[in-house]
């Protein structure tokens, strides 16, 4: 297995541009992860999927920020429009079970936004 | 707000040496996990310990878990410079199936 793959692995956009990170879990994996990580606030949690259902999205800073899984595959974090406090690196993570607790961790993409 | 935090925030050490970083955290935990990171990378997971259990070991690495104090050390024996790397403490806290990081150790080990 590749391991969790992220795209695009660096995005450097304009101040109110909109900006799409993308996530493919290990397959068979049921629990998906978007972390978000900064020099600031180390690494934070930003929203957690069950079989592509999201169970936790307390930690979304505010409504310009969303998450989709629309199948097991396939995940997505949309920031629109995005701002400069939105600069981070953002990793995606995925476990197997819920007794399996170990979590596979992405390469992460690094966002910039000027 | 995170809910561990990591002591020593930077360690530096010379190769053959162990090297301690220990973690606090604040409420009732299921598991608590170590993590590392490399530069530029991805988090990799070290190891798990549970809430019942108070010390494991993998390879160099040795865990232990003191649930009264509400802490956790990772021990890391004779080092090597390849060990150079963030390490950092989460955890599984009562209730959240998500992991809580803690701010992290950077660890140099010197050749």
């Known amino acids: 297995d590749a391991g969790v793959i992220q795209s695009p692995r660096h995005e450097v956009t304009e101040m109110g541009q909109e900006v799409t990170l993308r996530c493919k879990p290990i397959s068979g994996h049921d629990y998906l992860f978007w972390y978000r990580q900064t020099m600031m606030r180390g690494l934070e949690l930003l929203i957690y999927f069950n079989n592509n259902v999201p169970i936790d999205d307390s930690g979304m800073p505010e409504d310009r920020f969303s998450a989709k899984m629309p199948n097991a595959s396939f995940s997505t974090l949309k920031i629109q429009p995005s701002e400069p406090r939105d600069s981070a690196v953002y990793f995606c993570?995925?476990?197997?079970?819920?007794?399996?607790?170990?979590?596979?961790f992405g390469s992460g993409t690094q966002l910039s936004v000027l | 707000s995170q809910q561990g935090e990591e002591d020593p925030q930077a360690l530096s050490i010379q190769e053959g040496e162990n090297a301690t970083m220990n973690c606090s955290y604040k409420?009732?935990?299921?598991?608590l996990q170590w993590y590392r990171q490399n530069s530029g990378r991805g988090l990799v997971h070290l190891i798990l310990i549970r809430s019942n259990e108070r010390e494991k070991h993998s390879g160099r690495l040795r865990v232990t878990l003191d649930t009264s104090k509400k802490s956790s050390s990772l021990l890391i024996t004779a080092s090597r410079a390849a060990d150079t790397a963030s390490y950092f403490c989460?955890?599984?806290?009562?209730?959240?199936?998500?992991?809580?990081f803690g701010s992290g150790t950077r660890l140099q080990v010197q050749p």
């Open positions: 989460a955890t599984e806290y009562t209730g959240r199936r998500a992991l809580t």
């Open positions: 993570a995925s476990s197997l079970s819920a007794s399996n607790e170990k979590l596979f």
């Open positions: 409420t009732s935990i299921n598991n």
